[in-house]
């Protein structure tokens, strides 16, 4: 992915946490991204959630696949590691980046079309087997790099900014985290900062597989047919010499509503969704009622937002696989390679 350097800026009287650390020195690039673009709401709600826990940058590996979402790595934390793999397979890379670097902070992005698409099995066995990673989905319903197809997350009867209407199910993944033995599932949305960080946070804090969904809004594909200004129009008219395109700056959504209450926000296509917070004596520690409740308010064709689902008791990946604690880099070369002999033993085990 490109990445553009982002001037440090700084003055007296800036904020620093306990690390000494300012936000700015938990910033990435300058986002290529378009203006509004629901995704850069989500990188300033990872920056100020890192600069709160005092988490130092060189603690943490950051991991993601393709797609809009997946550039988001290169937009916070300059001071980490950092991975871009192929569609759908961060989970296994963070699998076995985390198996030879256990004392890092896992953070895996990742978006609809990358998760639950392409990679929808790697996704659920990183959620089954409990890996240890903060794995956050930026959830827009369409494919953004392709033009604007639908994805897996697209609802039913949502159209397309040609009016084509999506008539396959949702898959839900906070409903399939939980379904799958999940050990923690939340779900928010992008413009709501407020709730947002400290999910982010308690995903960070959480021994095991964090997943949280948050909707994001596409800003690019939210103008329709029959429009001069359109960019389906602009090309049938006009004979240009590069083929590009002109993101026009969009506000980003936010949105502030109290626990228990609902909120309809109005999208920069026009359409419309109603966000649910959940009640301030909801359960999350009861599988069966979350599941229960989720579909009880997607009928009611409501997104509910917060800490859904948490199993502080289930074992992690590396805890059931029996893995070494310490680093792999720390090990000596005896110990990673113990000999001809030692391979003669393990496989009289497997017999």
């Excluded at 938990?26 to 509004?36: D, R």
């Excluded at 978006?111 to 087997?129: E, K, Y």
């Excluded at 379904?179 to 779900?187: C, D, H, I, P, V």
């Excluded at 200004?229 to 083929?243: D, F, G, N, P, Q």
């Amino acid at each position: 992915m490109s990445f553009i350097a982002k001037p440090k800026v700084s003055w007296s009287g800036q904020k620093r946490n306990n690390l000494g650390l300012t936000l700015s020195d938990y910033e990435g690039g300058l986002s290529t991204l378009c203006a509004g673009c629901g995704h850069d709401s989500i990188t300033a709600a990872l920056v100020q959630a890192f600069w709160e826990l005092a988490l130092s940058p060189e603690q943490v590996i950051k991991l993601s696949g393709i797609g809009c979402s997946s550039k988001t790595p290169a937009y916070f934390l300059s001071g980490s590691h950092g991975f871009n793999s192929v569609h759908g397979r961060m989970p296994s890379v963070a699998t076995g980046a985390h198996a030879a670097r256990r004392d890092l902070i896992a953070v895996g992005i990742s978006g609809d079309g990358d998760s639950l698409s392409i990679g929808f099995g790697q996704f659920a066995h990183a959620v089954r087997r409990n890996l240890n990673v903060l794995y956050l989905i930026e959830n827009n319903g369409v494919y953004g790099l392709t033009k604007g197809q639908f994805s897996a997350s697209a609802d039913p009867g949502s159209k397309t900014k040609k009016g084509a209407e999506n008539q396959n199910q949702a898959i839900d993944p906070i409903a399939t985290a939980i379904t799958l033995g999940g050990s923690f599932a939340a779900r928010s949305f992008s413009g709501d900062k407020k709730q947002l960080v400290p999910l982010i946070k308690a995903g960070l804090m959480h021994p095991g597989c964090a997943v949280i969904d948050v909707i994001s809004p596409c800003v690019t594909f939210n103008d329709h047919e029959g429009s001069t200004k359109s960019y389906a129009w602009t090309r049938e008219h006009l004979h240009a010499a590069v083929e590009a395109d002109y993101i026009a700056p969009s506000a980003e959504i936010q949105v502030d509503y109290s626990d228990g209450e609902a909120a309809d926000v109005r999208l920069h296509d026009g359409s419309t969704i109603r966000l649910k917070k959940i009640d301030p004596g909801y359960d999350p520690s009861n599988r069966a009622r979350a599941l229960e409740f989720l579909e009880d308010h997607r009928a009611r064709r409501e997104v509910v937002t917060g800490l859904l689902y948490l199993n502080k008791e289930l074992p992690t990946f590396h805890e059931i696989a029996g893995t070494a604690k310490q680093a792999l880099t720390a090990f000596e070369f005896e110990q990673l390679s113990p000999g001809a002999e030692a391979l003669v033993e393990l496989q009289k085990g497997l017999r």
